[in-house]
């Protein structure tokens, strides 16, 4: 097992804190249904009329939590997929900080990939 510099702990709190605060979100939206309103409006929409690439948000995690994969990929294909990946990069995220191993690094490439799939995809949902 590799660890860190001799003496160096790795910080469980930040993901561990961030865990928490995610998972009282998506039980707030698994049982506070955002389809029935009350949530308010996305500030881009509101401003410009177009839908931000994460526009149906809200009730794509509902979804997702209630199971309903076809209603959260017609809310938000692109939070459909990544939301699993998040949670699963957070995970590890978790597990490497508890087994006090070094932090991953993330490419640069798949950084500006990420990006490039973002904005096409907020480009491309306005048409």
Same mark, same amino acid.
């Given at each position: 097992?590799?660890?860190?510099?001799?003496?160096?702990?790795?910080?469980?709190?930040?993901?561990?804190?961030?865990?928490?605060?995610?998972?009282?979100?998506?039980?707030?939206?698994?049982?506070?249904?955002?389809?029935?309103?009350? *949530?308010?409006?996305?500030?881009?929409?509101?401003?410009?009329? *177009?839908?931000?690439?994460?526009?149906?948000? +809200?009730?794509?995690?509902?979804? +997702?939590?209630?199971?309903?994969?076809?209603?959260?990929?017609?809310?938000?294909?692109?939070?459909?997929?990544?939301?699993?990946?998040?949670?699963?990069?957070?995970?590890?995220? !978790?597990?490497?900080? !508890?087994?006090?191993?070094?932090?991953?690094?993330?490419?640069?490439?798949?950084?500006?990939?990420?990006?490039?799939?973002?904005?096409?995809?907020?480009? +491309?949902?306005?048409?």
């Amino acid at each position: 097992m590799a660890t860190l510099t001799r003496g160096l702990k790795r910080d469980v709190k930040t993901p561990s804190i961030t865990i928490v605060i995610l998972g009282a979100a998506t039980l707030l939206l698994a049982l506070r249904n955002p389809h029935e309103g009350g *949530y308010g409006m996305c500030p881009i929409l509101a401003f410009t009329g *177009y839908l931000c690439p994460t526009c149906g948000g +809200l009730r794509t995690v509902h979804d +997702l939590a209630h199971g309903d994969l076809g209603g959260a990929w017609g809310m938000n294909p692109l939070l459909t997929i990544a939301l699993p990946i998040a949670a699963v990069l957070l995970a590890g995220w !978790w597990w490497r900080a !508890w087994r006090n191993l070094p932090a991953r690094q993330i490419p640069p490439a798949l950084v500006i990939i990420g990006a490039i799939v973002i904005v096409g995809f907020g480009i +491309l949902r306005n048409f």
